[in-house]
């Protein structure tokens, strides 16, 4: 039987593509002999590299935001040697249809996005609130019902766990059970718990037997480094100090986390981490943890989902009224479930 190419043109956020691993297992599920490669920013190859149904990873260096062109196009007709007979879009935008078109890809399926009239020929309705479904969807005939009901579930191989270790400095794994604090949120503030709020949960955990581990990118890493110095021992600070790849080693041995919404979060699901996610501005409909692990927690206040990088109303009460009891209740309340179970 002839396989099928496919090139997929990533999204740029990191838990964006971590759902869009779900697009890729129901391809390998319904065509199982397609050959499917990823186009992705830099940044996320190492990502993209944990996702077993991908043949290869092309990674590029477009700055976020421009049109660059001239980059594009010449990008567009190097890809024509792969001899791609499909190209899915999962982002929105104009530009991201750019090289499809050039590379004179067969079958170009994508959401209409910014009047992407004439570089997608297989253009489809956005029939379902989750982002997930509507990456599954564009693998699939139109209509099919499997874009919604059966969703695989995102699942990421973790690497030589011991090695990553060393490199933070850590001769083996740690006895004591891990808690992980994902404090960041790449979109803005209005995504972000109150950072005393992760301190109680530091504190009490710790007070529990446990030790944290804080994750973040460079951006987190003052966020990291004030949890650090007031929680003090048993907490180790890792915002910057992890590439995204380490990220997922090391959260892969942790006992449970707690997240804002974000692609930590999404990774953590991925792994099937017990999880708390924190919804403030944004909406756990569109974009939740895909996992039966997860414990979602959102207030639903007459004001949220705003949508917004920071909280118009400057109170922030879509996440500040979320406690650290609550928190802990729900994280206790999952432990003992499993301690039934075991």
Same mark, same amino acid.
């Given at each position: 039987?002839?396989?099928?190419?496919?090139? +997929? %043109?990533?999204?740029?956020? +990191?838990?964006?593509?971590?759902?869009?691993?779900?697009?890729?297992?129901?391809?390998?599920?319904?065509?199982?002999?397609?050959? &499917?490669?990823?186009?992705?920013?830099?940044?996320?190859?190492?990502?993209?590299? #944990?996702? @077993?149904?991908?043949? $290869?990873?092309?990674?590029?260096?477009?700055?976020?935001?421009?049109?660059?062109?001239?980059?594009?196009?010449?990008?567009?007709?190097?890809?024509?040697?792969?001899?791609?007979?499909?190209? &899915?879009?999962?982002?929105?935008?104009?530009?991201?249809?750019?090289?499809?078109?050039?590379?004179?890809? @067969?079958?170009?399926?994508?959401?209409?996005?910014?009047? #992407?009239?004439?570089?997608?020929?297989? %253009? #489809?309705?956005?029939?379902? /609130?989750?982002? +997930?479904?509507?990456?599954?969807?564009?693998?699939?005939?139109?209509?099919?019902?499997?874009?919604?009901?059966? %969703?695989?579930?995102?699942?990421?191989?973790?690497?030589?766990?011991?090695?990553?270790?060393? #490199? &933070?400095?850590?001769?083996?794994?740690?006895?004591? *059970? /891990?808690?992980?604090?994902? @404090?960041?949120?790449?979109?803005?503030?209005?995504?972000?718990?109150?950072?005393?709020? $992760?301190?109680?949960?530091? =504190?009490?955990?710790?007070?529990?037997?446990?030790?944290?581990? +804080?994750?973040?990118s460079k951006k987190e890493m003052l966020l990291g480094?004030? /949890?650090?110095?007031?929680?003090?021992?048993?907490? /180790?600070?890792?915002?910057? =100090?992890?590439?995204?790849?380490?990220?997922?080693?090391?959260?892969?041995?942790? =006992?449970?986390? &707690?997240?804002?919404?974000?692609g930590l979060m999404h990774v953590a699901a991925a792994?099937?981490?017990?999880? %708390?996610?924190?919804?403030?501005?944004?909406?756990?409909?569109?974009?939740? *943890?895909?996992?039966?692990?997860?414990?979602?927690?959102?207030?639903?206040?007459?004001?949220?989902?705003? $949508?917004?990088?920071?909280? *118009?109303?400057?109170?922030?009460?879509?996440?500040?009224?979320?406690?650290?009891?609550?928190?802990?209740?729900?994280?206790?309340?999952?432990?003992?479930?499993?301690?039934?179970?075991?």
């Amino acid at each position: 039987m002839q396989s099928n190419n496919i090139l +997929v %043109i990533g999204p740029s956020w +990191v838990g964006d593509m971590v759902m869009a691993q779900s697009l890729l297992k129901m391809i390998k599920r319904e065509q199982p002999n397609a050959k &499917i490669d990823v186009l992705t920013p830099s940044w996320s190859a190492g990502l993209l590299k #944990r996702m @077993p149904e991908i043949r $290869y990873v092309l990674h590029h260096n477009l700055e976020h935001g421009k049109l660059n062109w001239q980059a594009r196009k010449r990008l567009g007709l190097e890809m024509q040697t792969y001899h791609y007979q499909q190209a &899915i879009v999962l982002p929105n935008s104009w530009k991201s249809a750019l090289i499809p078109f050039f590379a004179k890809i @067969p079958k170009r399926t994508g959401y209409l996005g910014e009047m #992407r009239y004439h570089l997608l020929n297989d %253009i #489809r309705d956005k029939t379902f /609130i989750k982002t +997930v479904s509507q990456y599954v969807a564009l693998g699939l005939p139109k209509g099919d019902s499997k874009a919604d009901k059966v %969703i695989p579930k995102p699942a990421l191989n973790h690497g030589t766990v011991i090695k990553t270790l060393q #490199r &933070i400095g850590l001769t083996s794994i740690p006895k004591r *059970p /891990i808690l992980a604090l994902c @404090p960041g949120a790449e979109y803005g503030t209005a995504k972000q718990w109150p950072i005393e709020n $992760y301190v109680a949960c530091a =504190k009490y955990k710790i007070s529990k037997g446990w030790q944290v581990w +804080v994750f973040g990118s460079k951006k987190e890493m003052l966020l990291g480094a004030e /949890i650090k110095s007031v929680v003090g021992k048993n907490c /180790i600070n890792l915002c910057g =100090k992890t590439t995204l790849p380490d990220a997922i080693d090391l959260l892969s041995i942790s =006992k449970a986390v &707690i997240s804002n919404d974000s692609g930590l979060m999404h990774v953590a699901a991925a792994l099937n981490k017990p999880l %708390i996610a924190l919804f403030g501005s944004s909406n756990p409909n569109m974009t939740p *943890p895909l996992s039966n692990q997860a414990s979602i927690i959102s207030l639903k206040l007459k004001c949220s989902p705003c $949508y917004k990088r920071t909280c *118009p109303k400057r109170h922030l009460k879509c996440l500040r009224d979320i406690t650290p009891v609550k928190v802990l209740q729900t994280l206790n309340t999952y432990e003992q479930k499993q301690k039934i179970l075991q």
